[in-house]
């Protein structure tokens, strides 16, 4: 049998099934419910049978039509900067609020995908943020905390 | 039915509905164009700003998003050879050899016409069946829901498997697993929470829709170093070539709309199939159809190789509504994400909403008339400026999709919780989609879910514990009879591909 990435992905799926299952026999039911046809454990347990059943048998079985990615061709400095800088932007939103975070996020973004129009990068950042803001606002009625905006006495 | 034709019509000829319709065809078209961004994409996109709207307006805008997305992959098959959406393959066969030989806003045309033909006469055909099946689908019961929420999720992990159904199913299991997350409807138990709070309300849809759509396939794009704008640089975008077609390509169109259009209508009510099936079915009967000397043509530049897909495809995405709006189950990933949507605005499609709620079910359908006459007087003599959205440089357009699906979640609930789900929602969606493990199986599995289990749990209490309720009742049995022939083909293929 040949270990391909697919049947690592479903043999991870495997584990992750058999845990999904015993988390599901851990849940708490209310005494009468305990040997009624269904409670809020019925489902979940079936599902992990079923996540079990599937993944054990695409983990035995051959697999007829193997997934082909030659992964020297993919981008991996990219990608890992673009999800850092995800997480950095949820990290910061709160604190620094919409406006500034999202701003910075973007001009980031461009900056790791090789962008260096500092022109376009500035009006799709800071100015585009502050257009977006505005139609929250103005249109959508919805309020979006923020304390940098706050702090220099744009909102309120 | 007049007096319902005359709510949807009045609802959707409302100023405010109207311009939704024209935004989402337009915006509709421009993700739609961008190749690897279909239209769940785009519908993804616009959910976080369907939730400001009232239901009616909200899925006004996503159907006009739908169809806007749907002309939009044309268009990219067309000019690039690059589709957009998988169900404009096809269009991709003949459009593009015919914009090679200058004639790039003739095929953009016959894609256009067709796709209002298609569109209109299917929608016609919707006028009619859903009414109809509504009141079928008032005698369907719990086993008979739960037995149709099986078999569209198999159909789908069926038809998106790519050859591998075990992947697919994998897939759908791993949806109904997330969708289990949160508190139990009815006992209000809480389920996967490993006592954190922010899950006790379960995982958004936005938020799941959202990460395995807009933004894994961003990161794919990245991840897979792939430039979808390079090949946009190569031709040119701006001289199209006329939009006016003859007497005998007029007549060639006009021989291919009804079969095809039928046929894609048929396709798209069957869950699973959708749009991409329909399309080349279609493309495969017309190739049958037509004479030898016409058939000769194919490949190179045929009006008919363009029609024929281009009105299948546009009238599946017609018929895919008839399940939705019927019975409450989708039949596809797109109707899938607007299920979900409905649920968000607190509404249950089914055979009761043509009763309880004939503005939504009314307007939708005339919306679909509607959106179809914006897409051909607006969109197609725009196309020559729209095209040239696909020249925008990935630098940029990467990050304001990241942009808009990050802001979509964090404006549903304020909580940076949710962007930390979403990213690792993403990342692990991007390296399952490099192993081609279907999304759209798993979207359809987390909105089910809950239905489901519910539909689970009265069958089950009902028969006291038994599982006779499979086939105790002839629908029943005949639905899962359904399932095992799908599963039994899947692994009579698996085998004989050996």
């Known amino acids: ?156 | 039915m007049i007096e319902g034709i005359l709510i949807g019509l009045q609802t959707a000829l409302s100023l405010k509905n109207l311009m939704m319709v024209m935004i989402g065809c337009f915006s509709g078209t421009i993700i739609g164009m961008l190749p690897g961004l279909g239209p769940m994409t785009a519908i993804a996109l616009m959910i976080p700003i369907t939730y400001g709207f009232e239901p009616s307006t909200g899925l006004i805008l996503m159907a006009g998003v739908y169809y806007g997305a749907v002309f939009g992959g044309s268009t990219s098959s067309i000019l690039i050879n690059a589709p957009g959406v998988p169900g404009t393959v096809a269009t991709s066969f003949d459009g593009y050899p015919m914009a090679q030989q200058g004639k790039a806003g003739k095929a953009l045309a016959i894609a256009a016409y067709s796709s209002f033909a298609g569109g209109t006469i299917s929608a016609i055909f919707l006028l009619i069946a859903a009414p109809s099946l509504s009141l079928v689908s008032l005698s369907f019961r719990s086993p008979d829901y739960f037995g149709l929420m099986i078999l569209g999720l198999t159909a789908v992990a069926a038809f998106s498997s790519k050859g591998n159904f075990l992947k697919a199913m994998m897939m759908v299991v791993l949806g109904l697993m997330l969708a289990s997350v949160g508190q139990d409807s009815l006992s209000d138990i809480t389920r996967f929470t490993f006592n954190n709070m922010n899950l006790s309300d379960g995982i958004s849809f936005v938020l799941v829709v959202m990460a395995t759509f807009a933004m894994s396939e961003a990161l794919t794009i990245i991840f897979k170093a792939n430039d979808p704008t390079k090949a946009a640089k190569a031709v040119s975008l701006s001289q199209l070539g006329s939009i006016k077609l003859d007497k005998v390509e007029t007549k060639k169109m006009l021989a291919t709309i009804p079969r095809s259009s039928v046929l894609g209508f048929i396709i798209g009510v069957l869950p699973g199939a959708g749009a991409t099936i329909a399309s080349f079915l279609a493309y495969g009967m017309e190739r049958n159809f037509v004479s030898d000397e016409e058939r000769q043509k194919f490949g190179k530049g045929s009006v008919n190789g363009i029609a024929a897909p281009e009105t299948a495809n546009n009238a599946a995405c017609s018929g895919s509504f008839v399940p939705l709006l019927t019975l409450g189950i989708p039949g596809s990933g797109t109707t899938a994400v607007m299920l979900g949507a409905l649920l968000g605005f607190g509404i249950q499609p089914g055979p009761r909403l043509y009763q309880t709620n004939p503005e939504i079910f009314w307007s939708v359908i005339m919306s679909m008339y509607i959106g179809m006459v914006v897409l051909l007087i607006l969109n197609l003599p725009l196309i020559p400026y729209i095209a040239r959205v696909l020249a925008t440089p990935r630098t940029f357009l990467i990050p304001l999709i990241l942009f808009f699906s990050l802001t979509g979640v964090y404006l549903m609930s304020f909580n940076n919780f949710d962007i930390y789900m979403m990213i690792g929602i993403a990342v692990t969606a991007t390296v399952l989609r490099l192993y081609d493990f279907p999304m759209p199986p798993l979207i359809l599995a987390f909105v089910l879910g809950g239905l489901m289990e519910v539909n689970l749990r009265r069958s089950l209490l009902i028969s006291d514990g038994s599982w006779a309720f499979l086939w105790d009742r002839p629908l029943t049995l005949c639905i899962m009879l359904a399932v095992v022939g799908i599963i039994g083909w899947q692994i009579y293929k698996s085998f004989s591909k050996k």
């Open chain 1, 1 to 156: 049998m040949k270990i391909t990435p697919s049947k690592i992905i479903s043999l991870l799926f495997f584990i992750f099934s058999g845990f999904y299952l015993y988390t599901a026999y851990q849940i708490q039911v209310f005494a009468f419910d305990e040997g009624a046809a269904f409670n809020a454990r019925t489902f979940p347990i079936y599902l992990g049978f079923a996540g079990l059943f599937f993944s054990g048998l695409f983990v035995i079985l051959p697999e007829t039509n193997p997934s082909s990615v030659d992964l020297k061709v993919l981008d991996y400095k990219k990608t890992l900067g673009l999800v850092i800088l995800m997480i950095l932007y949820g990290i910061t939103i709160l604190k620094a609020g919409f406006f500034l975070s999202t701003s910075i996020f973007l001009v980031g973004s461009y900056i790791i995908l090789g962008e260096r129009n500092w022109m376009w990068i500035f009006i799709l950042s800071f100015p585009f943020v502050a257009i977006f803001m505005y139609l929250l606002h103005g249109l959508l009625n919805i309020y979006l905390r923020d304390p940098f905006l706050k702090y220099i006495g744009i909102m309120g």
